[in-house]
């Protein structure tokens, strides 16, 4: 997979993809990550990249012509599967959605900043549009390294255990059960009879269980989807 992510501040959004489970994915050639610096595009020598709305009211825009511009040299080299435009006034995103992603072939990632990007550039070149909560985060930077780790994750080889992936929270529209490790009492805390027992199936029975009832209590809404 490639994906390539546009940005008004690239280095406010590499140091995720310089750890772990992703920065492995990148190096074993999993996956390639690109970053775009907008003001590379930018109509004058002085980076402009942002004007005042139409209409007034607070806030800078970004243009439609940088954007347009930088979308076109990438699509002048290969084809792209799905264009994100990060905005807090979109669908949430999901397991499935993360799923759906991580079998695509190349990405392109805008992440927009102060009030957004002209809505032309969401009529006419984005593909998909995507939130991660019911909250505002100062740009979509920080957002578009979670939508990217959630995708990552999931190509085939990044996780070192081909399961691991499939026991995930939410990957069954269930919260994870409990987990626990040495020792199996701790200041009088047991760890559960059942996870000691050597019985797997009973052990798969238990979790299962658990499941149900975490996400009862807590999400009781996976449960509807
Ligand atoms: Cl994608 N962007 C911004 N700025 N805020 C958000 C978001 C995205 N998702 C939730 N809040």
Request: net charge negative; hydrophobic share 40%.
């Amino acid at each position: 997979m490639r994906i390539d992510i546009i940005t008004v501040s690239p280095d406010l959004i590499k140091s995720p993809f310089e750890h772990s489970i992703i920065k492995r994915a990148i190096d074993k050639g999993l996956v390639e990550v690109h970053f775009h610096d907008l003001r590379t595009y930018a109509l004058n020598k002085y980076g402009k990249i942002d004007d005042y709305q139409f209409g007034g009211g607070a806030g800078m825009v970004l243009m439609i012509e940088p954007i347009h511009t930088c979308i076109s040299a990438l699509q002048a080299q290969r084809a792209y599967d799905e264009i994100l435009y990060m905005t807090p006034d979109a669908k949430t995103l999901n397991q499935r959605t993360a799923n759906t992603l991580s079998m695509a072939k190349n990405i392109i990632v805008l992440t927009g900043h102060y009030k957004g990007v002209d809505q032309r550039v969401r009529d006419k070149f984005v593909t998909q549009e995507i939130s991660i909560g019911d909250y505002v985060l100062s740009g979509g930077e920080l957002a578009a390294a979670i939508v990217c780790d959630a995708v990552i994750r999931l190509i085939p080889g990044v996780l070192g255990d081909e399961t691991s992936a499939l026991t995930d929270s939410f990957q069954d529209n269930l919260l994870s059960p409990p987990v626990y490790t040495r020792p199996s009492e701790y200041d009088g805390m047991k760890v559960p009879e059942i996870l000691l027992s050597g019985n797997f199936p009973k052990i798969d029975e238990w979790r299962a269980e658990k499941a149900l009832e975490h996400t009862k209590n807590r999400r009781p809404d996976l449960l509807e989807d």
